[in-house]
């Protein structure tokens, strides 16, 4: 079974800097997706970037990129010029990329609680 | 158009009562996907209902359920309630036709029980 750990339980950055989010994961597969969800007190699980594992580019969408080592199972996130509406709650998720048809199942780590300090 | 929509948003029950869920998915999305969320942890994964058939299950008691209409909204049931299903359950929703895209979440619905 997959699991994913992240280690930092919160997380607090000055407005307009810059903070990484860090997420490990383990499986045995070689083929599999990763993301990274916002949890904002909304509640709403928002997408924020994805990367597939078999594309070497590091995935960015705009002042969010990733930084995925393959080997070492490690996927962490950057935020950079941070503001405040990017206080929430962060998730890293694995899904299998099996061709399971209809399989989407999400694999969730603990999640860190990120501070924007005005 | 309307995002992923669920029902009660906060709802009360005592043990051993029983609780039902509902969600409607995106406007042609087809895969319907539960999840639970206890405070402090990250979502477990629950069902996953795509054309009305169970595609996935998690680590639950049988005392879950769920099913899926033919307008593609979800149902979740949960049985004899315990102090420990006190969570929010999430769903979300996609197109269902392989990965190409993102799951869509609503906002849940927090389920206390006292």
Same mark, same amino acid.
């Given at each position: ?33 990763? +993301?990274?969800? *916002?949890?904002?007190? $909304? ?9 597939? =594992? !078999? ?19 490690? +996927?962490?996130? *950057?935020?950079?010029? $941070? ?9 890293? =998720? !694995? ?24 | ?114």
């Amino acid at each position: 079974a997959q699991t994913v750990t992240q280690s930092q339980p919160e997380m607090s950055v000055q407005e307009a800097e810059t903070v990484t989010l860090s997420c490990t994961y383990d499986t045995s597969e070689s083929d599999y997706y990763l +993301f990274w969800y *916002k949890q904002p007190p $909304s509640r709403q699980m928002i997408l924020v970037i994805r990367q597939e =594992a !078999y594309k070497q580019q590091n995935a960015t969408e705009n002042r969010f990129s990733v930084n995925f080592q393959k080997a070492a199972k490690s +996927f962490s996130l *950057k935020i950079s010029d $941070s503001q405040l509406g990017d206080a929430a709650m962060y998730f890293c =998720a !694995y899904r299998s990329a099996r061709m399971d048809f209809g399989n989407e199942k999400l694999t969730f780590g603990t999640g860190t609680r990120l501070t924007i300090i005005p | 158009d309307a995002g992923v929509t669920q029902s009660p948003t906060h709802l009360i029950k005592t043990r051993g009562q029983h609780v039902t869920l509902r969600c409607s998915p995106i406007s042609g999305h087809k895969s319907v996907s539960w999840y639970q969320q206890v405070l402090g942890q990250g979502p477990q994964f629950i069902f996953q209902y795509y054309e009305k058939e169970e595609r996935g299950r998690g680590n639950f008691p049988d005392r879950f359920s769920a099913r899926q209409f033919p307008n593609y909204s979800s149902e979740l049931n949960v049985n004899a309630l315990l102090l420990g299903d006190s969570a929010l359950y999430l769903c979300a929703s996609s197109q269902g036709t392989g990965f190409t895209g993102e799951l869509f979440f609503g906002e849940g619905s927090r389920l206390t029980v006292l």
